[in-house]
């Protein structure tokens, strides 16, 4: 089965950056889709970053600006580049990828947590 694996979550001051990465494994090919969600406690999971396999990207507008996505299709890794982090952005970030919207695989998600 696919494998999606997280990491580079943590904590970190107000203000501060967090890079997080997603390599997946055991897939025949790239995603066409992949992406970031998060879920803060009491909170619904929520997109904040996804990017096409040619490198088209959408991003929820309470991170635009601050958060970048990138990818490296030939290692079937996302990134998450996160700037000008707020308490708001604390939460379990998960790494999605999909084929077309019809095989969804999903990573163990990794903690990032804003707090002075």
């Known amino acids: 089965q696919v494998q999606l694996v997280e990491s580079g979550g943590g904590l970190v001051q107000p203000g501060g950056s967090l890079t997080l990465s997603c390599a997946a494994s055991g897939s025949s090919g790239s995603f066409n889709l992949m992406g970031w969600y998060r879920q803060a406690p009491g909170k619904e999971r929520e997109l904040v970053a996804t990017m096409t396999y040619g490198g088209s990207a959408n991003y929820a507008d309470s991170v635009k600006g601050r958060f970048t996505i990138s990818r490296d299709n030939a290692e079937n890794t996302v990134y998450l580049q996160m700037t000008s982090l707020r308490p708001e952005d604390t939460a379990v970030y998960y790494c999605?990828?999909?084929?077309?919207?019809?095989?969804?695989?999903w990573g163990q998600g990794t903690q990032v947590t804003v707090s002075s």
């Open positions: 999605e990828g999909s084929y077309y919207g019809r095989y969804i695989y």
